[in-house]
């Protein structure tokens, strides 16, 4: 299998759009995966059917009984991340601020703290037209994006690990979900424009990528809107050694598709034909 994960670091980019086109003209067999757990959207392409749903946990959170705890007043002196809070006489623990670190249970002379799981979000398995989908739904405000993704994947690969490609959706940014997102890929194609904002992302990723030894290449969609920081772009693939995978022109039949929930590779415009030029390109280099 071939892992590869369509990644950005700005968002808005056409990283969901190209991931959608090739999940509809890949000829092999593939298992999407959204690892945009904050904002997966790729569903709203591939029209997934559900078959599954399952409740995700992250860290655990603190707990105390009212009925044991003696209102000492150590474990709010203990907790490094102010989560602990008295309403009255009562201790409390505010869970939004509790990082799960256990040092209230363990300084806890009563015995009075407990460790209860904590629901995080949800996974998704479907099936859809082009493929297995695994996504999911990060709750609001809750932490743990990156075990999230880790989760995800983990799933496709083992419903799914016979398949010739993992196509991956990745996240914007380059913190912990991307670095989840991309380790043990075999590449990451980053999705760029021809933005200051767009570049600057761009070179961050590279480095990011370098960093955890995964290769990477790049395509610039809507390249025709600024050809000076496009070419930018491609000077600067070239001095890195960057490989260069190719354009897609600012098209508003992608829109349109967008609009419509359809992956741009089902409409025969030229931003569609760019990006199936791409992958036929590409996918001889791959099998
Ligand atoms: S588990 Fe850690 S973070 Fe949570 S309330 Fe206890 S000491 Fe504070
Ligand atoms: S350390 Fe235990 S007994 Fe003391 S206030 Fe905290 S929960 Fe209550």
């Known amino acids: 299998m071939i892992r590869l994960a369509v990644v950005s670091g700005k968002g808005g980019?056409?990283?969901?759009?190209?991931?959608?086109?090739?999940?509809?003209?890949?000829?092999?067999?593939?298992?999407?995966?959204?690892?945009?757990?904050?904002?997966?959207?790729?569903?709203?392409?591939?029209?997934?059917?559900?078959?599954?749903?399952?409740?995700?946990?992250?860290?655990e959170v603190a707990s105390i009984d009212p009925a044991v705890c003696t209102a000492c007043g150590i474990c709010i002196g203990a907790c490094r991340f102010d989560a602990i809070r008295t309403h009255g006489a009562a201790y409390r623990v505010e869970t939004g601020r509790c990082e799960g670190c256990r040092v209230c249970r363990m300084v806890c002379p009563a015995g009075a703290v407990s460790m209860q799981p904590r629901m995080c979000g949800q996974i998704f398995y479907s099936e859809t037209a082009w493929g297995n989908l695994v996504h999911a739904r990060l709750a609001p405000g809750a932490a743990n994006s990156g075990l999230l993704v880790m989760e995800i994947k983990k799933l496709a690969l083992s419903r799914n690990g016979d398949c010739d490609l993992m196509l991956i959706d990745g996240p914007p940014g380059i913190g912990c979900p991307l670095i989840s997102t991309i380790t043990g890929t075999?590449?990451?194609?980053?999705?760029?424009?021809?933005?200051?904002?767009?570049?600057?992302?761009?070179?961050?990723?590279?480095?990011?990528?370098?960093?955890?030894?995964?290769?990477?290449?790049?395509?610039?969609?809507?390249?025709?809107?600024?050809?000076?920081?496009?070419?930018?772009?491609?000077?600067?693939?070239?001095?890195?050694?960057?490989?260069?995978?190719?354009?897609?022109?600012y098209d508003e039949a992608v829109m349109e598709a967008v609009r419509n929930g359809r992956p741009v590779t089902e409409y025969h415009v030229p931003a569609s034909e760019a990006i199936t030029t791409?992958?036929?390109?590409?996918?001889?280099?791959?099998?």
Request: aromatic share 6%.
């Open 13 to 59: 980019t056409g990283k969901t759009v190209v991931t959608g086109a090739i999940a509809r003209i890949c000829t092999r067999s593939r298992v999407m995966v959204d690892c945009d757990v904050d904002a997966a959207n790729l569903e709203l392409l591939l029209k997934p059917r559900i078959l599954e749903r399952t409740d995700f946990r992250g860290m």
């Open 186 to 249: 075999d590449h990451a194609l980053l999705v760029t424009e021809p933005s200051v904002s767009g570049f600057h992302d761009l070179e961050r990723v590279v480095r990011v990528s370098r960093t955890l030894r995964t290769p990477v290449s790049v395509v610039i969609n809507k390249h025709d809107l600024n050809p000076r920081i496009s070419g930018d772009i491609r000077k600067f693939c070239r001095r890195e050694d960057v490989a260069f995978r190719g354009e897609i022109p």
């Open 278 to 287: 791409l992958w036929d390109d590409w996918s001889r280099e791959l099998w």
